[in-house]
């Protein structure tokens, strides 16, 4: 099953690295999975995201405020 990893902030450089993390860290487990950049700050807010970054992983926001770690974004999506 597909999974869509959903990085949910306005483009600054942390919101970059975290989508660049999160993206090494899938292909490194070899998932099946596609990536998405939310920046409209409505549908951010919509998902109840106060800070940026944020990560959701279909549609379930998992952490916000950080950019965490390869490894530690592989515990995420395991």
């Known amino acids: 099953m597909k999974i869509k990893i959903q990085i949910l902030g306005m483009g600054c450089p942390k919101?970059?690295?975290?989508?660049e993390n999160a993206e090494a860290a899938a292909k490194e487990l070899g998932l099946d999975y596609e990536m998405e950049k939310i920046s409209d700050i409505n549908k951010i807010s919509d998902m109840?995201?106060?800070?940026t970054p944020a990560?959701?992983?279909?549609g379930e926001v998992k952490f916000s405020g950080r950019v965490p770690g390869i490894e530690s974004l592989k515990e995420i999506l395991k």
């Open 55 to 58: 990560l959701a992983i279909n």
């Open 15 to 19: 919101c970059n690295k975290l989508y």
């Open 48 to 51: 109840g995201v106060m800070m």
